[in-house]
Protein backbone atom coordinates (compact mmCIF):
# COMPACT_ATOMS: atom_id res chain seq x y z
CA UNK A 1 0.00 0.00 0.00
CA UNK A 2 1.38 3.50 -0.84
CA UNK A 3 1.34 6.26 1.24
CA UNK A 4 -1.31 8.06 -0.94
CA UNK A 5 -3.78 4.97 -0.45
CA UNK A 6 -3.17 5.18 3.32
CA UNK A 7 -3.97 8.84 4.05
CA UNK A 8 -7.11 8.41 1.70
CA UNK A 9 -8.09 5.02 3.69
CA UNK A 10 -7.52 7.30 7.21
CA UNK A 11 -9.76 9.88 5.81
CA UNK A 12 -12.66 8.16 5.01
CA UNK A 13 -12.29 6.28 8.09
CA UNK A 14 -12.52 10.00 9.87
CA UNK A 15 -16.17 10.62 7.84
CA UNK A 16 -17.62 7.05 7.87
CA UNK A 17 -20.02 6.74 10.70
CA UNK A 18 -19.38 3.43 12.81
CA UNK A 19 -23.16 2.23 13.60
CA UNK A 20 -21.90 -0.63 15.58
CA UNK A 21 -20.28 1.52 18.02
CA UNK A 22 -22.94 4.63 17.83
CA UNK A 23 -25.35 1.59 18.92
CA UNK A 24 -23.84 0.21 21.54
CA UNK A 25 -23.41 3.88 23.09
CA UNK A 26 -27.14 4.51 22.84
CA UNK A 27 -28.00 0.82 23.98
CA UNK A 28 -25.76 1.34 27.06
CA UNK A 29 -27.51 5.06 28.11
CA UNK A 30 -30.94 3.46 28.08
CA UNK A 31 -29.61 1.10 30.56
CA UNK A 32 -28.00 3.15 32.42
CA UNK A 33 -31.40 5.54 32.26
CA UNK A 34 -33.31 2.01 33.71
CA UNK A 35 -31.07 1.55 36.23
CA UNK A 36 -31.40 5.15 37.75
CA UNK A 37 -35.23 5.31 37.30
CA UNK A 38 -35.94 1.75 38.77
CA UNK A 39 -33.38 3.08 41.49
CA UNK A 40 -34.42 6.06 42.13
CA UNK A 41 -38.01 4.27 42.47
CA UNK A 42 -37.04 2.25 45.50
CA UNK A 43 -37.60 5.25 47.97
CA UNK A 44 -36.56 2.82 50.58
CA UNK A 45 -34.86 4.61 53.82
CA UNK A 46 -32.30 2.03 54.34
CA UNK A 47 -28.67 3.27 54.09
CA UNK A 48 -27.59 0.64 51.43
CA UNK A 49 -29.94 2.22 48.94
CA UNK A 50 -28.29 5.58 50.05
CA UNK A 51 -24.74 4.83 49.31
CA UNK A 52 -26.21 2.66 46.30
CA UNK A 53 -27.46 5.73 44.84
CA UNK A 54 -24.63 7.65 46.02
CA UNK A 55 -21.80 5.65 44.32
CA UNK A 56 -23.38 4.97 41.04
CA UNK A 57 -24.33 8.60 40.78
CA UNK A 58 -19.78 9.07 41.42
CA UNK A 59 -19.63 5.65 39.07
CA UNK A 60 -21.46 7.54 35.99
CA UNK A 61 -19.88 10.84 36.50
CA UNK A 62 -16.29 9.02 36.41
CA UNK A 63 -17.59 7.11 33.42
Known amino acids: MISEERTI ?21 LFDVLYFVS ?5 VDV ?8 ASIVYNLCV
Open 47 to 54: YYYNILIG
Open 9 to 29: QRDRMRFIKNSLSSSLAILGI
Open 39 to 43: IYQSD
